[in-house]
């Protein structure tokens, strides 16, 4: 998590508090990979009990325009990102249900420019994240699936307080995520998420080391997919993401996330262990933060 200090010179009044009420956002959008939990098409199918999963991601990022309460403010401001995520699945069951404990770690380096320049660059990594599904419908001749996921972020990522910019958050936090994927026609599936993300406090935020709080942050997702070949794939998603109101020392930071974006890609399987994953997409919509204005994923998946 990013703390919110540092000499940042805005070139009007207005500015100058818009720094503030707006880097928790940014910082929430943009330094932790896995903050919104954003889900590849297809992640909710369930493999055969014995199944791994290696998992290599890479992310770039750029962001450029930054909004308070819906309105782009009148600055030369940007945040390029650039992630990666170490991720290994183990497909089991327990008591005839098919789960599948995992865990994530992001690393990566982000970079303030602009106006916004002050808050500086840093690298390192992110907050270790366990998690496991567990199917509650599991139907693969018919293409259904249905999963839920908790997730536990330990707060292990680098972080000090005075530094503007984090890619460890000093925090406990829990999401639940529920994974629907149907098939719509031979060749065209449907994949529906939504999750909640409940936040623990930050206790040693920015120089004074105040208490950072969050109220809860709500994410719903849609993706199409068209089975090309039984290889190739083409998708097409969208998200929207809303709440997480923070407030500092008590005081509302009034910088609740109200964002919406879309992503376009293509997998494809270059042996049958081996599936190679890219996406781009954009911020559609912003209220209140960065708006990203590129985003590139990549995905090496390799089954064992």
Same mark, same amino acid.
């Given at each position: 998590?990013?703390?919110?200090? &540092? ?16 880097? $928790?956002?940014?910082? =929430? ?20 009990? !014995?199944?791994?999963?290696? %998992? ?32 290994? $699945?183990?497909?089991?069951? =327990? ?19 602009? +106006?916004?320049?002050?808050? !500086? ?6 907050? *270790? ?18 999963? #839920? ?10 972080? +000090? ?14 999401? =639940?995520?529920? !994974? ?7 060749? *065209?599936?449907?994949?529906? #998420? &939504? ?10 935020? !920015?120089?004074?080391?105040?208490? *950072? ?10 993706? =199409?997919?068209?089975? $090309? ?17 923070? /407030? ?6 009034? +910088? ?6 879309? /992503? ?12 190679? %994953? ?7 919509? $912003? ?13 090496? *998946?390799? %089954?064992?």
């Amino acid at each position: 998590m990013k703390t919110i200090h &540092g000499d940042v010179q805005p070139p009007r009044k207005r500015f100058g508090t818009t720094v503030l009420a707006t880097a $928790v956002v940014m910082s =929430l959008a943009g330094i932790s990979p896995a903050y919104a939990i954003d889900v590849d098409a297809g992640d909710y199918t369930a493999l055969p009990e !014995g199944t791994n999963l290696g %998992l290599l991601y890479y992310q770039n990022a750029e962001r450029n325009k930054l909004y308070a309460d819906g309105d782009k403010q009148p600055v030369d401001a940007t945040l390029d990102s650039q992630v990666g995520i170490l991720r290994y $699945v183990h497909f089991t069951k =327990l008591g005839g249900y098919t789960i599948d404990p995992q865990f994530l770690l992001p690393f990566g380096e982000l970079k303030a420019g602009g +106006d916004v320049s002050g808050l !500086g660059e840093t690298s390192g990594v992110g907050d *270790l994240i366990l998690a496991a599904t567990v199917w509650l419908v599991n139907e693969p001749e018919q293409g259904t699936y249905f999963g #839920i996921t908790p997730f536990l972020y330990l707060p292990t990522g680098s972080y +000090d307080n005075n530094d503007a910019l984090n890619l460890g958050e000093n925090r406990w936090k829990f999401a =639940l995520q529920a !994974g629907y994927i149907t098939s719509l026609t031979d060749t *065209l599936k449907l994949d529906l #998420i &939504g999750d909640v993300t409940v936040f623990g406090d930050n206790t040693d935020f !920015g120089a004074a080391g105040q208490t *950072l709080e969050q109220d809860p942050l709500y994410q719903f997702q849609a993706h =199409l997919r068209y089975q $090309v070949s039984p290889v190739f794939d083409l998708r097409l998603g969208v998200s929207h993401t809303v709440g997480g109101e923070t /407030s500092v020392a008590g005081a509302n930071q009034n +910088d609740s996330t109200r964002t919406t974006k879309w /992503s376009l890609g293509a997998g494809y399987f270059v042996t049958p262990t081996v599936q190679l %994953l890219a996406t781009y997409g954009e911020d559609a919509s $912003v209220r209140n933060g960065f708006k990203e204005n590129s985003r590139v994923n990549l995905r090496l *998946l390799k %089954l064992f």
